[in-house]
């Protein structure tokens, strides 16, 4: 069982917006503002898509956003196209003793369909 | 551009030793902070731990017991040994480079390590 909660899949169709969540804790995503958010295609290794809640590396699209509320962060993707289909996966910092300075949610995957 | 290429065995027996290196390109690995994360085969991703640029480390406290992560600057590289592995332990370990706000911005190749006889 994932320290932060994300729903199992979504779906969408190609030109609509999803969101997908990710509840942490007030020892986690509540209290901190260090959640990121990787994109993984099978078989390659996660992609940085957005870091400290809602900032996009260069060379994100602009279609990636992220915010944060109270417990549950949240990814949303615009303009869905049929190559955002992936496992997404959110991480915040911790400051529980057991479970380390990172924890992952379980992974969200995404059809477009 | 940083670049990670890892390396090491792919098959390991149970109660060994799991080592697996990842040399850096592009960047001195003096500059920045270094994470090891493995990913069970069809399951999530699993933080394993973190040295810093000057070699001190946190670790993740399923695995502290068995866990040692290493710099080697002179080779510009990182390095993960898990101890007295189980089955439990296969899954595809990746290495990657912590940027501000702890976001893994640059990864490994990944390796998938299997533990068998």
């Known amino acids: 069982q994932s320290a932060l909660t994300q729903p199992a899949s979504v779906s969408g169709s190609p030109g609509q917006s999803i969101t997908i969540s990710c509840t942490g804790t007030?020892?986690?995503?509540?209290?901190?503002?260090?959640v990121s958010w990787y994109q993984q295609h099978p078989g390659k290794a996660p992609k940085l898509l957005i870091y400290?809640?809602?900032n996009r590396p260069s060379g994100v699209s602009n279609r990636f956003s992220g915010s944060k509320s109270d417990n549950t962060a949240s990814l949303t993707i615009s303009g869905l196209q049929a190559e955002d289909e992936a496992d997404y996966y959110c991480?915040?910092?911790?400051?529980?003793?057991?479970?380390?300075?990172?924890?992952f949610g379980g992974g969200t995957k995404l059809t477009v369909l | 551009q940083v670049q990670l290429q890892q390396s090491g065995p792919g098959l390991v027996k149970p109660s060994e030793t799991l080592s697996l290196t990842c040399t850096v390109s592009g960047d001195s690995i003096t500059n920045y902070y270094w994470s090891w994360i493995r990913q069970p085969p069809g399951k999530g991703l699993e933080w394993i731990g973190y040295i810093s640029h000057i070699g001190s480390t946190n670790y993740n406290p399923s695995l502290k017991s068995r866990v040692t992560l290493s710099l080697d600057t002179s080779k510009n590289q990182f390095s993960l040994q898990l101890s007295s592995v189980t089955t439990a332990d296969t899954a595809v370990y990746y290495c990657a480079k912590i940027s501000g706000s702890l976001g893994l911005d640059f990864w490994g190749q990944g390796t998938l390590v299997t533990v068998s006889s």
């Open positions: 400290g809640v809602s």
């Open positions: 007030s020892s986690d995503v509540g209290a901190f503002n260090y």
């Open positions: 991480s915040s910092y911790t400051s529980s003793s057991t479970l380390g300075l990172v924890v």
